[in-house]
T-cell receptor
């Protein structure tokens, strides 16, 4: 049984700070990892995907992957109130059944 | 390129009724997955279709079923609705499924009274 664990939060950070979101997974077969953002009442939208160990940067977002320790994280620099949402970690694994974490609620306060 | 579309966006049904939801994937995507999202359980995988074949099914009762057509459009059906079926039903498409990136539709909000 694959498991994807995320701290449910809420994680509260002041505007302009760095928000750090973490995700651990149990399936060692997984080769790709995804971060989705979901605003209240909306569907998840893809923020970043990462396949290799190390960091991947896209604008204010940086995904970090450590396959040996089985965790993936998302850093949001210069956090804005518009970043307030739930962030979902997704791990497809070797099967065709993707597993999503329960999500971390992020609140960026002015 | 148009995104994933789902119809209807909102539905209100009563217990015992059945419902059919529709999903049109991104052009060229052959894999369609369905999810149920509730506040208590998060995002739960229902099933995935690829080239008109169900490749995987999540842990849901047989009241939940689906199909995929030759143009990759997909439908899911829920029979004998229960109050607990009230949820946001999301469809996601990807090129081939598996490790490919999934793109979600706007969802169908189902309320069972």
């Amino acid at each position: 049984q694959k498991e994807v664990e995320q701290n449910s939060g809420p994680l509260s950070v002041p505007e302009g700070a760095i928000a750090s979101l973490n995700c651990t997974y149990s399936d060692r077969v997984s080769q790709s990892f995804f971060w989705y953002r979901q605003y209240s009442g909306k569907s998840p939208e893809l923020i970043m995907s990462i396949y290799s160990n190390g960091d991947k940067e896209d604008g204010r977002f940086t995904a970090q992957l450590n396959k040996a320790s089985q965790y993936v994280s998302l850093l949001i620099r210069d956090s804005q109130p518009s970043d307030s949402a739930t962030y979902l970690c997704a791990v497809p694994g070797g099967s065709y059944i993707p597993t999503f974490g329960r999500g971390t609620s992020l609140i960026v306060h002015p | 390129k148009a995104g994933v579309t789902q119809t209807p966006r909102y539905l209100i049904k009563t217990r015992g009724q059945q419902v059919t939801l529709s999903c049109s994937p991104i052009s060229g995507h052959r894999s369609v997955s369905w999810y149920q999202q509730t506040p208590g359980q998060g995002l739960q995988f229902l099933f995935e279709y690829f080239s008109e074949t169900q490749r995987n099914k999540g842990n849901f009762p047989g009241r939940f079923s689906g199909r995929q057509f030759s143009n990759s459009r997909s439908e899911m059906n829920v029979s004998t609705l229960e109050l607990g079926d009230s949820a946001l039903y999301l469809c996601a498409s990807s090129l081939r499924g598996g490790e490919d990136t999934q793109y979600f539709g706007p969802g169908t909000r189902l309320t069972v009274l």
